[in-house]
């Protein structure tokens, strides 16, 4: 969608063991067990009687020996090798564990939540955009070898433009449909973008969270540092490049960092072409309306909506 920072473990306790308790455990010496219990008393009688002959000693003497006599030797469990079944049980209880981790990992945020964080990111992204602009303009003005930014990149419109806007989103929007039907990489980046984004938003939202972007993107990559780097085509591939790496992240992958950055490329063309930042700004704000409201009637994963 476009949205650069809406990108949103299980611990496992091990149970000690009974045997680390000094009152149950075991301990074999000689061949043989013997309760620590008991020897914990012989050797306290032994203690406290200075040596000398106690009868509860000497009872628990013959106590400890009466056990060793008594007790029967530890059954043998043969070491039966695992069958074909019980490797399927384990992978089927591994697969079924890693699922239920990854569905309690993948908590979508709610719908106030996406919306706060859309308009304060593209707040500052636009502010950050503005004062670059405003910033090349006085560098300009005093003499600096610096691009005015306003002078290159301007708000001007022309009924051609809306030629190029639809071409555009023609492009981009038939793009995206070819590539998620044939590259699986490209399809699971994007489908955790949106469910991340769109999941729980009502069909109204889609126009903020695909306009305010749209607009806050455009203003920043291709209104102000397209023509800071020289506002020709060096300047549009380094944009676009820049712009694909900020889209990795929170489940999209390279292969969405490819297509940003390509679409990147889209609109940097059209900037240059136009000279106007109305075309790069509606052109990815429509861009992302269309594939928001694709992906709501046509993703699994928006069947519950």
Request: contains cysteine.
């Given at each position: 969608?476009?949205?650069?920072?809406i990108n949103c473990w299980w611990?496992?306790?091990?149970?000690?063991?009974?045997?680390?308790?000094?009152?149950?455990?075991?301990?074999?010496?000689?061949?043989?067990?013997?309760?620590?219990?008991?020897?914990?008393?012989?050797?306290?009688?032994?203690?406290?009687?200075?040596?000398?002959?106690?009868?509860?000693?000497?009872?628990?003497?013959?106590?400890?020996?009466?056990?060793?006599?008594?007790?029967?030797?530890?059954?043998?469990?043969?070491?039966?090798?695992?069958?074909?079944?019980?490797?399927?049980?384990?992978?089927?209880?591994?697969?079924?564990?890693?699922?239920?981790?990854?569905?309690?990992?993948?908590?979508?945020?709610?719908?106030?939540?996406?919306?706060?964080?859309?308009?304060?990111?593209?707040?500052?992204?636009?502010?950050?955009?503005?004062?670059?602009?405003?910033?090349?303009?006085?560098?300009?003005?005093?003499?600096?070898?610096?691009?005015?930014?306003?002078?290159?990149?301007?708000?001007?419109?022309?009924?051609?433009?809306?030629?190029?806007?639809?071409?555009?989103?023609?492009?981009?929007?038939?793009?995206?449909?070819?590539?998620?039907?044939?590259?699986?990489?490209?399809?699971?980046?994007?489908?955790?973008?949106?469910?991340?984004?769109?999941?729980?938003?009502?069909?109204?939202?889609?126009?903020?969270?695909?306009?305010?972007?749209?607009?806050?993107?455009?203003?920043?990559?291709?209104?102000?540092?397209?023509?800071?780097?020289?506002?020709?085509?060096?300047?549009?591939?380094?944009?676009?490049?820049?712009?694909?790496?900020?889209?990795?992240?929170?489940?999209?992958?390279?292969?969405?960092?490819?297509?940003a950055t390509f679409v990147g490329?889209?609109?940097?063309?059209?900037?240059?072409?136009?000279?106007?930042?109305?075309?790069?700004?509606?052109?990815?704000?429509?861009?992302?309306?269309?594939?928001?409201?694709?992906?709501?009637?046509?993703?699994?994963?928006?069947?519950?909506?």
């Open positions: 969608m476009g949205l650069l920072t611990t496992r306790t091990n149970n000690f063991s009974t045997t680390l308790f000094p009152y149950r455990a075991s301990t074999f010496m000689g061949g043989k067990f013997i309760h620590l219990y008991d020897a914990e008393q012989v050797v306290l009688s032994t203690l406290h009687s200075g040596f000398r002959f106690d009868t509860r000693a000497f009872a628990s003497r013959n106590s400890v020996k009466k056990l060793r006599r008594n007790r029967q030797p530890p059954e043998i469990v043969a070491d039966i090798p695992p069958t074909k079944d019980d490797y399927v049980q384990d992978e089927n209880s591994a697969s079924s564990f890693e699922n239920s981790v990854y569905q309690n990992s993948t908590i979508n945020p709610s719908r106030s939540t996406v919306l706060q964080a859309c308009t304060i990111t593209s707040g500052l992204i636009a502010a950050l955009g503005i004062i670059l602009r405003q910033v090349s303009h006085v560098a300009s003005v005093e003499g600096l070898p610096i691009l005015d930014c306003s002078a290159e990149v301007s708000f001007g419109f022309e009924m051609w433009h809306l030629e190029l806007i639809t071409g555009i989103v023609v492009l981009i929007s038939s793009s995206r449909y070819l590539l998620l039907k044939t590259w699986p990489d490209f399809a699971e980046s994007s489908e955790a973008a949106n469910q991340q984004v769109l999941a729980s938003l009502q069909i109204l939202d889609y126009i903020i969270v695909a306009f305010l972007p749209g607009i806050s993107e455009e203003l920043l990559f291709r209104g102000a540092l397209l023509p800071l780097f020289g506002f020709n085509w060096k300047s549009v591939f380094l944009v676009a490049a820049i712009f694909g790496v900020l889209h990795v992240g929170s489940g999209r992958k390279y292969s969405f960092a490819i297509w490329l889209v609109y940097g063309y059209a900037t240059i072409m136009s000279s106007s930042l109305i075309v790069p700004m509606a052109s990815h704000a429509i861009n992302n309306l269309v594939g928001g409201i694709l992906w709501r009637y046509t993703s699994k994963s928006s069947e519950k909506l």
